[in-house]
């Protein structure tokens, strides 16, 4: 190829080139941006029920574990596992026959103490006048009186035994301490069971009424404490903070608790401090152990001020408004945001009522950009 066909090649792909760019349409340039159609809202002030929510767990009111009292064999179970029991109802029998052996023999050991105590009185019922009247010697009453004294405290002694043996053969039937439901049994039939904290049979629970343990943790108690103070916050006028359930399926119970318990110290574990509601649990719907949602109701924020949730924006730097300027721009505003009360929001700080603040149009706005409001 020569130097005048290089050229020629080169000028007609430079034209195929510019060929390729298509002239702008006119229009088609971003247009500049002008004024943003916004809502405004006002910051108000309102008075609103102030609810505490926490996740809680139930715990029956009694839980009572039921030990073997005396050796011996498990010879039966009474019960259903998992039923319901009444106080004194028999749970498990344990076999008897060594007990009943061992009552006998206090019996004999009790009658044996009482004849010799009888004899010892009538000797010294004998003594004592002829000791009287000189016709026996100190030392023969003295022997009498001792041996009275000695036989009288052998026949006390051998009663107490008599009576813990009658005790631990009463004691082969074990029988439910409390009303409640029974847990499965711990202990095989047949097995050979140990008096004491190796013969744990079982455990009853009483599951009503029921307890409910949550937590709130030391900054939320303080934050309410200083509200209350500056008597933004009011408590109950009864002292008594109503508490509601819902169950994990969204049931919310239609019986209310009361708390009746706060721990008076704070765990340094987690830095919370526990509560405990007292709830009615006659349908038995509760169970120990269990998750629920709970809700403290009872005090109220008054005065509160609010904004509606939607002009509540994120930032960098955290929560903020867009307040509108007086000649129609925004300026973002940093607040402090409290709880969510169904569309609205409780503002702690950063606005006072009456502010105007944009209420649509967001995601349009940046700081000090120009709007045109219209109110709600």
Known sequence: MNHFTTIALSSVLLLALTGCERPKAAGMEKPPEGPVPVTTAQVKTGDFPAILEATGQTQAFYTVQVYARVNG?????????????????????????????????????????????????????????????????????????????NTAAAAMGAKASLEQAKLNLSYTTVTAPISGFVDKSKIDIGTYVAAGANGLLTTVYQNDPMYVNFTFSENQKIARQNAIASGKLTTPKNGKYEVELTLSDGTVLARKGEINFIAPFIDSTTGNITYRALIDNSDHKLLPGQFVHVKVKGMEWKNALYVPQKTLLTGEKGKFVYAIEANNTVTPKPVVAGEWIGENV???????????????????????????????
């Not at 106080?87 to 004849?115: H, M, R, V």
């Not at 010892?120 to 022997?143: F, G, I, M, Y």
Request: proline share 5%; no cysteine; hydrophobic share 40%.
């Open 73 to 149: 064999y498990l010879q039966k179970r009474a019960y259903v596992e998992g039923a319901q029991v009444r106080k004194g109802q028999t749970l498990f029998t344990i076999d008897p026959s060594d007990l009943k052996n061992a009552l006998e023999s206090a019996k004999a050991s009790y009658e044996l103490a009482i004849a010799n105590h009888t004899n010892a009185k009538a000797v010294l019922t004998r003594v004592k006048p002829l000791a009287e009247a000189n016709a026996a010697s100190r030392q023969e009453l003295d022997t009498a009186i001792a041996n009275e004294r």
């Open 346 to 376: 409780l503002i702690q700080s950063g606005v006072t009522a009456g502010d105007k603040i944009a209420a649509d149009g967001l995601p349009k706005l940046k700081p000090g950009a120009e709007i045109i409001p219209s109110a709600q």
